[in-house]
């Protein structure tokens, strides 16, 4: 059924997931529907399309492959996107990650339909520089010409797309980040964790190696060797057929050797940062700004994480937490050593100053505005 014919403007969402829609662009989203705009998403269904629903949002899943190298099932995607835009007419479209950005801008535009494509992060193609990274490079250019704007996470994602030439400087942005509900992710002095506890670090991410999560594991081996006595928590979600992605055999023997404790996938995080004392987020992939460094920062939680694009966003060095090497297990173990032996003052020092940190650079209040800002100036009338 059509929801063309709606009497508000609509406007879409585009992803590779009912849960990113849900979990990163919810705030933005009811702020949109409190201003009486209808929103449409458009992503593959997960248990996360009933929230979707149950939000106000219309929600048409769509079957596709964010990772896949088969042109042809390229070509049938961008064929479903243009008939589900013409379809259902939406007034405006905002699109995230690879493919939606490049075959739903170009849909987009050949129903001269005004769009913005978010650049969350640069991922795997830009990492490995090989044939699909120039493949990429070239659908990304032609793509991205067709936008109104395009949006990046941090500046460097913005300098490599403007020096490659696969977009004008006049036509990006950079956001800060995705932006974070500081409300819902503030600590809860009553259910936080006694400080008399064994330490607990915690890590929380899609489960794939350039995330850091061997490095977690490395550096775990190194400290138990050293003999202290610190619990070492993981929590996400495995990416079938991703050709980074941890493998669960990988899981199953740090937690024999006694290094990794795996909690699965956790539909609110904010119970697991109330009871560990530091969030390790040693990444060495093509970050925009991760939601995971937001989060603990914001429940004053102190973070380790690598001097990598993105991550080195949310951190102030020795004021929220440290900064490590990128892709070094043994400057990790340094950093995550000196937090243990930290005194407990001096973490909730550094857990008060990330959450000072976030409310200032990272609330969702600031992202939410330039949504705003951009449909008041670009939507049709």
Known sequence: MSIASAKNKVIAFVSNSAWSVYN??????????????????????????????????????????????????????????????????PDFIFHYVAKPNIYGSL????????????????????????WLYWVVKHLYKKALRKTTQVWFLNNEDAKVFVNERIVNIEKMKVLPGEGINTDFFSPDYNSRKKTN???????????????????????ARILKKKNYDAQFLLIGFFEKN???????????????????????????????????????FPSFYHEGVPRCLMEASSMELPIITSMNRGCKEVVLNNSTGYFCNVNDPFDLADKMERMVNLSIEERSRMG??????????????????????????????
Not at 245 to 273: H, T
Request: proline fraction near 5%.
């Open 242 to 280: 991703h050709p980074d992605s941890i493998s669960q055999d990988e899981i199953v023997r740090w937690e024999k050797e006694g290094l990794i404790y795996y909690k699965g996938f956790a539909k609110d995080v904010r119970p697991f940062l109330e009871n560990s004392d530091c969030l390790v």
């Open 24 to 89: 990163f662009r919810m705030d933005v989203i009811r702020h949109l529907m409190q201003r009486g705009y209808d929103i449409l998403v458009i992503a593959p269904d997960d248990e996360y399309s009933p929230y979707l629903i149950d939000s106000g949002c219309h929600f048409i899943p769509i079957d596709f492959n964010n990772k896949t190298e088969n042109p042809f099932l390229d070509y049938f995607f961008f064929k479903k996107l243009k008939r589900l835009y013409k379809l259902h007419q």
């Open 352 to 381: 008060k100053n990330g959450r000072l940190l976030i409310i200032k650079k990272f609330n969702v209040a600031k992202v939410i505005e330039e949504y705003e800002d951009t449909l008041n100036h670009d939507l049709p009338d």
């Open 107 to 130: 849909a987009a535009a050949a129903l001269n339909i005004p769009s913005v494509a978010v650049i969350t992060g640069l991922g795997y193609p830009f990492a490995k520089r090989n």
């Open 197 to 219: 506890g064994r330490f607990t670090f915690l890590m929380s991410t899609r489960l794939l190696k350039s995330k850091g999560v061997r490095l977690y594991a490395d550096a």
